[in-house]
């Protein structure tokens, strides 16, 4: 009894777990308690419940020794989840110390915190905030207390808070815990962290739960809460005031500086102290120092030369804490200042217009390497104004283009080609890793130079093999007369490229007559080849040649047929320097021989649906669009090659969604999923199932289910119950889709230890034997000691089968209370781990006492 008392002394006074995370399953967490050190506990160490059913005692890593009778614990741990999922750690400790006001009973309630963690890998790794500014604090009756966690996230992500309950046993909510009592309010700011209490109108101790959530591109990623204890005090002392900072943003490379001011009504003496992110760099950290202090009053300079580490998207938070020596009790006034550390912009934008494309071209940042750059656009010049925290051009009249990690780009407006007559803008940002973003660029604009002559057409006109046969046509050239020395005669020379681009332009023919605007081009392989086509003026004057103008460049307009189940895609390619507004889609109709209009579109890729699987399906396409001659446009109209294609189920089922069990009883994972063809799929015939025992093993298959209704699977392993499953769909055509969403179980116990036993030779329960039904449990390591510490039973074996001898005096024990420590190797996902359980045996020795179960 008096080993129980000790053991639920109680001490703990405020709390918290963090963890950073070391590979895509494994984490290190940082339990940290604040003990009451006049208690005559201190734990070395505590027990973490990982909330996958394993369980580790952590020793304790460092301490520190507080004012106030505060003593920090920290216990530091790394743990391998079995798979993605979501995973509460909690920590349990009794008791809480004596006395808080809004905690029934709270000597003997049992002190927990708890974390909660979101493993997925598709979300990238995650930290949880670091909280800087620790739960220590006193407040002053009929006083405005305020509090702010200081909680810093390495990784930038958004951060939420909010109250929530104190935890007791196994985690939950205390019965009939409440809110502190306010004069007015007590409330949480959610986007701040700012914990605000006005006012409280008694003393003593009370408790509260801040729960901090981790927000990144608005998915919730983790949940840490902090249980914290206040002590209200009666005093005419006042908690200094600290001036109104705001917020600082600076470029990176420039020192952000704040003059800080804090006051006492009561003229006491201020001691002014910082905490947050800015502090914990190694490189270039902030500093804070002291400029005058006089009674009553402390003027401070906060300071950070900035690198490039230091930017990120989030603005730091720095806590600023005023604390007095007033002799009755010390009270603490806060300030936040908010510094926004941004990145320098990309430099030396250049913009060389080309035919129907733009090509431009810019200089990386000053010793910081962007993640990316964000190309903007805007038709026509702005003199665009940003203040000094403003980022990006989300909100401006620049439209977003494209993103690219190299330093050049190639804007022909996703293959439309840009306009004639316009001044095209430009503007680049420069984006981090976390997502923060620079200043814009400064502006480039540049337009397209009209071509010459003109380009109006490219249009297949025979599609074979062979004899293939594509117009050529170009607007005939005026004005000639306002070219210096271009005096004529003139001449055509035609270009041809067997690609797209003009890669390999070849002269191919000559023209004499400027009036002659069409040229045929045959003897050609229309049917698989695109071609593109530069039309040239020269001025061939004997002793006077040269190139008038900077010839257009224009391709046929070829389809590319993309087979699928039931369907075909038809995605249009072309490079002209005219605009097409609308593309005619017509397919082959076999019983007239002609060609059917069947949809319109104005996107460069078209579905063909509902038609049937082996039959063959020829198309073309009719472009409808215009060309410009100075303001002027004009019409015109191209046609593609012929293409056909024969719709095939070469696509892959959508994968099932799973979900997996343990019936732990049962020694088998119960595995579900959905049938893809009520949602995604129609053919689905099958499944095959796939499965590992262990995290850093491939899936292999193990199983083929015929049927498509046949959606569940109850798998009985040799080894361990701890395993990672996925399943595919395979359809009438033998695709197989990707693998589901791997699920990874390891919750069941599969080692129980009785607490009854009764060695008294009645032939009932007379043997001490583990609960191991499965046989997974290889190896133990088993001590039993009596009330005063003696080991009177050591094995090894996984069945213990003690039979109640003291191994030092053979003899059976007397009846009572045995404590028992015993390391079970078990098998996890993760490998073999070792789980160290610890408990009571009720031994009954006496034939009178025999009358009991194991249990």
């Known amino acids: 009894m008096l080993l129980a008392i000790n053991l639920f002394a109680t001490h703990n006074r405020a709390g918290e777990i963090t963890y950073t995370q070391i590979s895509d399953l494994t984490y290190e967490i940082t339990v940290t308690t604040y003990t009451y050190t006049l208690s005559n506990v201190d734990r070395e160490e505590l027990e973490v419940e990982w909330g996958d059913g394993t369980f580790s005692t952590v020793q304790r890593y460092d301490l520190l020794e507080l004012p106030d009778y505060y003593q920090r614990n920290r216990y530091v741990a790394q743990h391998t ?13 009794p008791n809480r110390n004596f006395g808080v006001e809004n905690i029934p009973n709270s000597v003997n309630t049992v002190f927990s915190v708890k974390t909660t963690i979101f493993v997925n890998p598709d979300l990238g790794r ?14 002053a009756q009929f006083r405005t207390f305020v509090h702010n966690p200081g909680a810093y996230d390495p990784d930038g992500d958004s951060l939420a808070y909010k109250l929530t309950t104190c935890t007791g046993e196994d985690g939950e909510p205390i019965s ?84 800080i001011r804090s006051t006492d009504e009561d003229l006491d003496n201020i001691e002014i102290t910082a905490s947050g992110g800015p502090f914990l760099y190694e490189n270039s950290p902030a500093v804070l120092e002291e400029i005058s202090s006089t009674e009553g009053e402390t003027v401070s300079k906060f300071s950070w030369i900035t690198k490039c580490n230091h930017i990120r998207k989030e603005p730091y938070l720095v806590i600023i804490s005023a604390k007095d020596d007033h002799p009755d009790v010390n009270l603490v006034g806060l300030q936040r200042l908010l510094v ?30 962007p993640a990316k750059y964000l190309i903007y656009r805007k038709i026509g010049s702005q003199n665009y104004m940003h203040d000094s925290c403003t980022t990006g051009l989300e909100d401006s009249e620049y439209e977003f283009v494209d993103e690219t990690t190299d330093t050049a780009y190639i804007d022909n407006d996703n293959g439309e080609g840009l306009v004639q007559g316009f001044d095209y803008c430009y503007r680049i940002v420069a984006e981090y890793d976390d997502g923060a973003q620079s200043f814009p660029s400064e502006e480039i604009c540049a337009s397209i130079a009209p071509g010459f002559p003109i380009m109006t057409n490219v249009s297949v006109e025979t ?19 306002t070219i210096p020395d271009a005096t004529g005669p003139f001449k055509y020379l035609i270009y041809r490229s067997e690609d797209e681009f003009g890669m390999y332009l070849s002269i191919l023919d000559s023209l004499d007559n400027l009036a002659d605007t069409t040229f045929y081009d045959s003897g050609l392989n229309t049917e698989e080849n695109q071609y593109s086509y530069e039309v040239a003026l020269y001025n061939t004057a004997p002793g006077n040649r040269f190139k008038v103008g900077n010839p257009q460049l224009a391709s046929s307009i ?38 059917d209009s069947i949809a319109y579109t104005t996107n460069r890729s078209y579905t063909d649906t509902k038609l049937k699987n082996g039959n063959t399906y020829c198309y073309k396409v009719k472009s409808i669009g215009t060309y410009k001659i100075d303001t002027v446009e004009h019409p015109t109209i191209n046609w593609s090659h012929e293409n056909c294609q024969i719709p095939e189920d070469y696509q892959r089922p959508c994968p099932p969604a799973l979900n997996v069990r343990s019936a732990c009883d049962s020694l088998k994972n119960i595995l579900t999923w959905n049938n893809p063809n009520l949602t995604c799929a129609d053919d689905v015939i099958a499944y095959k199932v796939y499965y590992s025992n262990n995290t850093e093993q491939n899936l292999d298959s193990i199983l083929r289910i015929e049927g498509a209704e046949n959606t569940f699977f109850d798998h009985f392993p040799e080894e361990s119950l701890g395993a990672c499953y996925a399943v595919t769909a395979v359809d009438s055509f033998n695709n197989e889709s990707e693998l589901s969403y791997v699920k990874c179980v390891d919750d069941c116990s599969y080692y129980i ?50 039979d109640g001898r003291d191994e030092n005096t053979s003899k059976i024990v007397s009846s009572g209370v045995y404590y028992y420590i015993c390391d079970v190797w078990e098998p996890r996902i993760s490998g073999v781990e070792v789980r160290n359980m610890v408990g009571f045996i009720h031994v009954y020795s006496d034939k009178s006492e025999g009358q009991f179960s194991n249990e």
Not at 463 to 481: C, F, H, K, S, Y
């Open 340 to 369: 926004k550390v941004i990145g320098p912009a990309p430099k030396g934008l250049v913009a060389e217009a080309g035919n129907a494309f733009i090509r431009l071209n810019w200089e990386s940042p000053d010793n910081c390497d």
């Open 753 to 802: 230890l009785p607490n009854v036993f009764s060695p008294n030779g009645d032939g009932i329960n007379d043997m001490y034997v583990a609960d191991n039904p499965s046989g997974f449990v290889k190896r133990v390591d088993m001590r039993i000691f009596d009330r005063w510490g003696e080991l009177v039973y050591h094995t090894v074996n996984p069945d213990i089968e003690w």
């Open 176 to 259: 009939g815990y409440s809110l502190p009592p306010a004069t007015s309010f007590l409330e949480m700011n959610e986007l701040t962290g700012d914990l605000i209490w006005k006012t409280p109108p008694d003393t003593g101790k009370y408790n509260l739960a801040i729960q901090i959530d981790e927000w990144r591109h608005g998915v919730k990623i983790g949940s840490i809460v902090r249980d914290m204890q206040i002590d209200v005090f009666p005093t005419e002392n006042h908690p200094p005031q600290v001036d109104s900072i705001g917020e600082i943003c600076v470029l990176v490379g420039d020192t952000a500086e704040a003059i």
């Open 558 to 595: 070829f389809l590319d047929l993309v087979p699928a189940d039931n369907q075909v895609q038809i995605n249009i390619q072309k490079n002209t320097p005219w605009l097409d507004n609308e593309y005619v889609i017509y397919r082959l109709n076999n019983v007239s021989g002609l060609y």
């Open 463 to 481: 599609t074979e093999p062979n004899t293939g046969e594509i117009m050529v046509r170009w607007a005939q050239p005026d004005r000639l007369d």
């Open 81 to 93: 989840f079995p798979g993605p999922g979501v995973y509460t750690v909690l920590v349990q400790d």
């Open 126 to 139: 995650n930290n949880t905030p670091v909280l800087l500014n620790p739960p220590i604090n006193q407040a």
